[in-house]
């Protein structure tokens, strides 16, 4: 699904079921806590992800972002963090949520989304 | 055996066609009373018992020219049945004179000895049989035969020991009954003092199964009942008169209206339920096109959107007076705007939040914006209403009522020229030309919502982008007419003769606007243009322009490529012999981008 400059928009649940295996993903949600070397993120569905700080990355509580990442199995985290953009305060989480599961994964509309 | 089934107490009235029962007037006697009209008493017969009946004065001249007179043969096509005091009265609504034999058939007794308080609960054999026993007595004329009758049973089915009146059967010719009715409007107290002098009163609506009746207070009435009566509570009500409803502003269904005073009695009653909370004659929203303005419609549906309440001047009263628009549409298809007064106006978005289904009883239809609602005063407004049509109206509109085509009663201009466009109600740029808008025959302009970018201001305009208006801000100018500069630098108007040091500039200039679909030339007007460019005023402007034309290219430069819900007016303008259609900016909203993200997914889902 992913190349050149194209990511897949995961949620948690996503990530549970296995979508984003092996690439550079990018998951929406609001930064929740942090302990210097990890962060945890909840996610547009509601859930919670823990983050290796891997680059140069602005904590803010609250703040929502775009967390560009990868999977990574070790060390007590669940993904790697590259970059986080500041998605501004007025966001509409569950409206994006809604989009990325209803509609861009939806497989109805492959032929905008994903490219050949 | 006529006379015991017409006055029997489950025969309501008139409507069996097949019930035309043939009796013989023993006698026609005038009623003497205070009111102007001169009626008539007759004594009916079937031969076994007899009856108290009344003629309609429609048929007084009947009686006067002799075809109804003593020992006349009816046939009864229509006749109405009233109780007072106990007696049956038969009012005779439509009949036709048969023959006169000229003497009594029979030997009649009254039936009312035999049956007095005819109340509905008493089933219907057993007073006519005391009766019919009574009868085959071989008593002559009426008195003797009565003073031995039967006891009389005074069986009741209500918990008052009166016969209780229904409200449709309620007529001048009784002054005495009870009805038993639930309040279901109660007015406020109104003061009122001239020249006769001064008072108060207050007024309700009664309902009962049938139908309902408005009753007005007087006086030490008001003092006594009050805060007695509760809306949606059962009361009996006697002691009341009865006068021709004044129709203009009595919006009930029964033709009389009620006057009740100190001495009139109002007791509680246990609310068994057989009154329903509130009787409606729904219409369809989207046959409202077809109702007069000025006519009075029940509605149900949704409030899909209520605007912000804004106030105005009444130029009847001059008053100050709220208001605000609720956007209602029903599982009909149609949609129509409907505006909600005074304080309930003030807090109406937080009351017709999240999309209530609600009931407008007596909402006036005007030909406003096309077709328009003016809700009511009162409780005749009523948010989930409890009754089986809400439900079915709510459930609608789970079921995709909501996505549905929509007729829309209102058009956009007419529903209050800031009204911010709904979604559904966009349409493109493209629009303009491809529908033909601007070109009605009768020169009325079109108007078309849509959300845009502006793509390029001519702030260069001969002129700059504005003009110069009168000083006078109050009427006829408001601070808007042209005025014109005369050689000494006085302003002066054409319009109010008025002339000033100075003036007040306001902004006329054009621009493009462009979406997904085509690029429009528009004009924008000061107060439009004002929101364009960030609330900077137009004398500001002015000023930046001799001084800073930097600052003054700037406030431009920041407006264009800025995104907008725009609603246009699209209209044909005569220069000499030459016509062109015209778009202005009517009204412009900033661009909430969350919500329009989400009417999006919503439509891309329902695709």
Redesign the interface.
């Known amino acids: 699904m992913s190349g050149e400059g194209v990511f897949p928009r995961l949620n948690a649940t996503m990530l549970e079921n296995g979508m984003g295996e092996g690439m550079i993903l990018s998951i929406c949600g609001a930064f929740e806590s942090t302990d210097g070397q990890s962060f945890t993120l909840r996610t547009s569905d509601g859930k919670t992800l823990r983050y290796a700080i891997s680059g140069d990355i602005e904590f803010e509580q609250g703040k929502i972002v775009e967390v560009m990442g990868a999977k990574n199995a070790d060390n007590g985290v669940q993904l790697d963090a590259f970059v986080a953009r500041d998605l501004g305060q ?3 989480l569950d ?1 994006y949520n ?2 990325i599961t ?2 861009i994964s939806s497989g109805r509309y492959n032929d905008i989304f994903i490219p050949k | 055996n006529a006379v015991p089934q017409m006055v029997a107490p489950d025969t309501d009235s008139n409507h069996n066609p097949s019930f035309s029962p043939t009796v013989q007037v023993l006698r026609v006697l005038p009623v003497t009373s205070n009111q102007a009209a001169k009626r008539y008493r007759v004594i009916l017969s079937d031969g076994t018992q007899h009856c108290q009946g009344m003629l309609t004065t429609q048929n007084n001249h009947l009686v006067e020219s002799g075809e109804v007179s003593s020992h006349v043969f009816l046939k009864v096509n229509d006749f109405m049945k009233n109780v007072v005091q106990g007696k049956t009265i038969i009012i005779l609504l439509g009949f036709e004179v048969l023959n006169n034999p000229g003497h009594t058939i029979g030997t009649p007794t009254s039936i009312d000895s035999a049956t007095a308080a005819s109340a509905p609960a008493i089933p219907k054999t057993e007073p006519v049989r005391s009766g019919m026993g009574m009868s085959s007595n071989p008593y002559g004329g009426g008195g003797h035969a009565q003073a031995s009758s039967a006891p009389i049973m005074r069986t009741t089915g209500s918990s008052s020991s009166k016969p209780i009146t229904p409200i449709a059967s309620l007529n001048m010719y009784q002054n005495r009954w009870t009805i038993k009715a639930r309040v279901t409007n109660k007015g406020d107290i109104k003061h009122w003092s001239n020249a006769k002098g001064e008072g108060q009163l207050f007024s309700v609506e009664l309902l009962d199964s049938g139908m309902d009746i408005r009753a007005t207070f007087f006086k030490e009435a008001v003092d006594k009942f009050f805060t007695m009566l509760e809306v949606d509570k059962v009361y009996c009500f006697s002691g009341g008169r009865l006068k021709a409803a004044n129709m203009q502003y009595n919006t009930c269904k029964s033709s009389f209206e009620i006057t009740f005073d100190q001495n009139s009695e109002i007791t509680l009653e246990n609310d068994s339920g057989e009154i329903s909370q509130q009787t409606y004659d729904l219409k369809p929203i989207s046959e409202l096109d077809a109702v007069e303005p000025g006519a009075y419609v029940d509605v149900l549906g949704v409030v899909k959107h209520v605007s912000e309440p804004a106030t105005i001047v009444s130029k009847k009263t001059g008053k100050e007076l709220s208001k605000c628009e609720l956007t209602v549409g029903d599982d009909s298809g149609g949609e129509v705007s409907c505006t909600i007064w005074g304080d309930r106006a003030m807090n109406a978005q937080q009351e017709f939040a999240d999309t209530p289904v609600v009931a407008f009883r007596r909402a006036r239809v005007s030909d406003y914006g096309g077709r328009s609602l003016s809700a009511s005063g009162g409780n005749a407004t009523v948010v989930n209403p409890r009754m089986p049509e809400a439900d079915r109206m709510r459930s609608w509109w789970q079921a995709g009522g909501s996505q549905g085509a929509v007729k829309k009663l209102s058009t956009g201009g007419g529903g209050g020229a800031n009204r911010f466009p709904e979604f559904d109600q966009r349409k493109s740029i493209a629009a303009i030309k491809g529908e033909g808008m601007g070109h009605n025959s009768d020169s009325k302009p079109d108007y078309v919502s849509f959300k845009a970018t502006v793509s390029f201001i001519k702030s260069d305009r001969e002129g700059g982008a504005w003009y110069p208006a009168c000083f006078n801000p109050n009427d006829p100018c408001k601070n808007r007419c042209k005025v014109n500069q005369s050689t000494n630098g006085m302003w002066h108007c054409e319009r109010c003769n008025q002339t000033n040091a100075e003036c007040v500039y306001r902004y006329i200039f054009s621009a493009t606007i462009s979406d997904g679909s085509a690029t429009s030339w528009v004009s924008f007007f000061d107060d439009q243009a004002r929101v364009l460019l960030d609330g900077v005023d137009a004398n500001d402007l002015q000023k930046a322009y001799d001084e800073d034309n930097e600052t003054y290219l700037g406030h431009f430069a920041k407006a264009q490529f800025t995104d907008w819900v725009f609603t246009c007016k699209v209209k044909q303008e005569f220069h000499q012999d030459e016509s062109r259609v015209k778009t202005s900016i009517q009204s412009i909203h900033p661009v909430d ?2 919500k329009e ?2 009417s999006m ?1 919503n439509a ?2 329902a695709m």
């Open positions: 007025d966001f509409d409206l809604d989009l209803k509609v | 981008y969350a993200g989400r997914l891309i889902l």
